[in-house]
């Protein structure tokens, strides 16, 4: 993939810690040399949360659980059974990612606010837990007989080596994670889960492999902090200021990128820790007060971090260069005879409570068709859609396609098998190219990253937009959004779309450009059901009408025949266009 290689970052980062580690040479000051460690420990527990939160967009206020679970094994492992730290915490680092999996498992069930709190829930369970198992103190013995081997070299320089030395392995696979389609599946579920599932994207898998990562990483931090500082407490480990931590210096640095976190951690340890040393005396607490300042200070000045401020600074320029102008729209290529039905809906229902969205709706569509969906405001139309693709589940009734039932399939499983979907609000990724936003669609299909590139290149070539493909989404204007999710349900190569509404909001000019697109599809073997309140522009796109009213089917047939029928003008249309009709 263009501009993802991790080679240069990482060049960087190993040059930025090797000048980190010259400076614990020059400072003498053991104090110092601890805040030189503390600084990559803290970095390593932002940049884990960073996996896991910044990129999925779900909250997680419970980091400290890792954490903990990390430091509790390594101070316990070397108290108890004298277990090198060498090996506690590459331990540590197992029992991270096992606490992730067996915390993601019930946690991915909740959403939003309700997912961050459930999460608030583990570390303080923990807290209690620890204290009444008689852990409130837990020393690490000192070994005089064999430092090296207990990570006690009494040297603070060797402790800052080893403290960015798992930074190094903590930024390596977050750069992997970023640059890679783990990231972008990330970042489709942060912009809207269920499109993100409709695009083909295993939403539960991705969720829990960066869960079980970003555990993994936490607790090696945890492990880490127990060996330099060689007493764990529960509060110390398991508290809310860890949590908030690892949150705050992702937030502040820059959440979804991987410098965000090293920049909250360089900027914020040093303050946090000074004032807590100078003045914590006077003013306990001082730490969190400063911390609270400095988010609000960013959310004021640099809402998303000031990574993201800065790059900006840097990129206005050429952010606001004009548009290239779009090429002519592609000709319709002669379109191939109508082939079998490729999808047969069969009695249909959907019903919420007493309402029903869709009632014993039955109808077929063939293989090279554009069949268009009409009907009033609450008709019913996208929840069609929506069974149709796996969003929800039918009260009754049969969805088959190219003869084989779609029962109980999951959205991801019903794209994999070629049906593709675009929705009536565009969800772009603002901050990614139209290429990245359009090679989500393309894993899929896709098992290489390059390939998913090739065919996101294709996709884009396809709806005419391969002069946009470098620029950020959220540059471009409305027309080449809709475009942009066309392309992206054209990546995974469906035999069969659903546009629901692909031209609203757009001008006369905008909407002929994609009705033209549209009209290419059935030559490139894909089917079309599209939903469309635009008359003008379905008459002269669809072969048939289906007419929906109250979530039944009202009737269905040719464009022109069907707009003349009583039942169609009476439901829909409404007597003003029946006189226009009579006059046209
Ligand atoms: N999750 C839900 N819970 C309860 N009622 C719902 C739900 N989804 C849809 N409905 C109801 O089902 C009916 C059909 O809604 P639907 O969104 O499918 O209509 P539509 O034809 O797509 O409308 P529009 O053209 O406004 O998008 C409406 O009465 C709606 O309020």
């Given at each position: ?183 972008l599946s990330l970042l489709a579920i942060k912009q809207n889960e269920l499109a993100a599932e409709a695009a083909g994207i295993d939403t539960r898998r ?276 809709r475009l942009m999710e066309l392309a992206r349900a054209l990546a995974a190569g469906p035999k069969l779309v659903l546009l629901d509404e692909p031209l ?43 007419v929906l009213d109250n979530g039944r089917l009202l009737t269905e047939g040719p464009p022109q025949e069907v707009l003349r029928r009583p039942a169609v ?16």
């Amino acid at each position: 993939m263009p501009d993802r290689s991790i080679l240069r970052p990482l060049g960087l980062f190993l040059l930025l810690a090797l000048g980190w580690l010259a400076i614990g040479f020059v400072v003498q000051d053991a104090y110092w040399r601890l805040m030189l460690t503390l600084v990559p420990i803290w970095g390593l527990l932002a940049v884990s949360w960073n996996i896991f939160s910044g990129y999925s967009g779900l909250v997680s206020f419970g980091h400290a659980a890792f954490f903990g679970l990390g430091a509790y094994l390594v101070a316990l492992g070397q108290a108890r059974f004298g277990l090198t730290p060498w090996l506690g915490i590459p331990l540590a680092t197992v029992l991270g990612g096992a606490a992730g999996a067996a915390i993601g498992y019930p946690t991915f069930r909740l959403r939003g606010n309700y997912f961050a709190l459930a999460m608030l829930a583990y570390p303080l369970m923990l807290v209690s837990l620890f204290g009444w198992m008689g852990f409130q103190e837990v020393s690490v013995p000192l070994h005089r007989e064999a430092p090296g081997w207990y990570m006690q070299f009494g040297d603070g320089r060797i402790d800052i080596a080893i403290a960015l030395a798992l930074l190094t392995i903590g930024f390596a696979a977050s750069l992997l994670v970023e640059r890679s389609r783990f990231g972008l599946s990330l970042l489709a579920i942060k912009q809207n889960e269920l499109a993100a599932e409709a695009a083909g994207i295993d939403t539960r898998r991705w969720k829990m492999r960066a869960m079980v990562l970003s555990g993994a990483l936490a607790a090696a931090a945890g492990g880490f902090y127990a060996v330099v500082l060689l007493v764990v407490t529960p509060n110390s480990v398991f508290g809310l200021v860890v949590s908030a931590q690892a949150m705050i210096l992702s937030l502040f640095g820059g959440a979804g990128t991987v410098w965000g976190p090293l920049i909250g951690a360089v900027v914020l340890v040093p303050l946090g820790e000074t004032l807590q040393a100078e003045l914590g005396h006077i003013l306990p607490g001082i730490q969190g007060v400063i911390y609270g300042i400095a988010v609000i200070v960013v959310i004021l000045a640099a809402p998303e971090g000031l990574y993201w401020k800065l790059r900006d600074l840097r990129r206005r320029a050429p952010a606001m260069a004009a548009a290239e102008a779009p090429p002519a729209p592609p000709a319709a290529a002669l379109r191939p005879p109508l082939g079998a039905p490729i999808l047969e809906v069969e009695g249909l229902s959907k019903s919420y409570g007493g309402v029903h969205a869709v009632s014993d709706v039955s109808f077929s569509v063939r293989a090279g068709e554009i069949l268009g969906i009409i009907g009033p405001n609450g008709a019913g139309k996208t929840t069609l859609f929506n069974l149709l693709n796996g969003l929800v589940q039918p009260s009754q009734g049969s969805v088959r396609y190219e003869g084989q039932s779609l029962a109980g399939l999951r959205p991801s499983g019903i794209c994999r098998r070629g049906i593709g979907r675009t929705f009536q609000v565009v969800r772009a990724f603002p901050r990614m190219s139209a290429r990245e936003n359009v090679v989500v669609g393309a894993f899929v299909a896709h098992g290489t990253d390059d390939a998913a590139t090739r065919a996101a290149d294709a996709a884009l070539a396809q709806v005419g937009l391969s002069h946009r493909a470098g620029a950020a989404a959220g540059t471009l204007t409305n027309r080449e959004l809709r475009l942009m999710e066309l392309a992206r349900a054209l990546a995974a190569g469906p035999k069969l779309v659903l546009l629901d509404e692909p031209l609203a909001g757009l001008g006369s000019t905008d909407t002929e450009a994609l009705i033209a697109v549209v009209r290419t599809l059935p030559s490139l073997g894909i089917t079309v059901v599209i939903i469309e309140h635009s008359m003008p522009a379905m008459l002269g796109l669809v072969d048939r009408f289906l007419v929906l009213d109250n979530g039944r089917l009202l009737t269905e047939g040719p464009p022109q025949e069907v707009l003349r029928r009583p039942a169609v003008v009476e439901a829909y249309l409404g007597r003003k266009w029946a006189t226009a009709d009579a006059d046209g």
